[in-house]
């Protein structure tokens, strides 16, 4: 596929960081769009610049997302199946310098919750509470990220979404609840899901998603306890 050899000589030009673009169709032809990765760690992940997204999309149809690994082979992560569900597009991944190849699509993947590599924006700790209110019936809507970093940066995400996201401040804990934490920052930017005795499942960067024991460390960080609608 002359596509193929776009997209790896992208990642080429790119390396070490993530090339990342689109197929677009502009006719009855499929054209290779590259895009500007716009990520805050553009060497572990990719965030197409949202003004390249709309201005392909002014030249046609995103038929799908195509976007390089680094020093790695092409076989899919669970970031990336998972922004291949959320986006409902197909995914082509090379890699670079191996010059692999992989091709996905969309296909039903829910990725489990424990053991989730984290990438800001796809698996991170808000990420982990709407994918478990899923479990609960639960649906989220929505909300923007931000930018990484917005709890030094005079945002304060968490508390701006909580009634727009279904959810209450408590003063009570209980098992399904969700316990916000702040550590270095005044505001809260931490989420964790409260299971009970104790037991607190949550995402920080650079870790694996799993279990932790509520313990003195994590209830100094607490600011608040939130519930959401439906289970009040």
Not at 15 to 21: N, S, T, V
Not at 114 to 124: A, M
Request: hydrophobic content about 40%.
């Amino acid at each position: 596929m002359d596509m193929v050899q776009d997209f790896l000589t992208h990642a080429e030009e790119a390396f070490p960081q993530e090339a990342c673009g689109l197929v677009v169709k502009v006719g009855r032809k499929a054209r290779v769009v590259r895009c500007r990765n716009v990520h805050s760690d553009p060497g572990r992940a990719f965030m197409i610049d949202p003004n390249d997204y709309a201005a392909a999309e002014e030249i046609g149809e995103v038929l799908a997302v195509y976007h390089s690994h680094p020093n790695n082979t092409a076989e899919p992560s669970m970031a990336d199946l998972a922004s291949c569900e959320a986006l409902g597009l197909p995914w082509h991944i090379v890699s670079w310098p191996q010059a692999g190849y992989r091709y996905v699509e969309p296909s039903g993947y829910v990725a489990p919750l424990e053991g989730r590599q984290f990438v800001y924006g796809v698996h991170d700790c808000m990420s982990l509470v709407v994918d478990y209110d899923k479990t609960l019936g639960i649906d989220i809507p929505p909300f923007d990220h931000g930018e990484y970093g917005w709890w030094a940066k005079g945002r304060s995400l968490y508390m701006e979404n909580l009634d727009a996201a279904g959810f209450r401040i408590v003063t009570d804990l209980r098992p399904n609840d969700v316990i916000l934490m702040a550590f270095d920052w005044d505001v809260p930017h931490h989420a964790a899901v409260f299971l009970g005795d104790d037991v607190i499942l949550q995402h920080f960067d650079g870790k694996l998603s799993g279990k932790s024991f509520y313990g003195e460390f994590y209830r100094k960080a607490t600011r608040h306890f939130v519930r959401h609608k439906s289970l009040c």
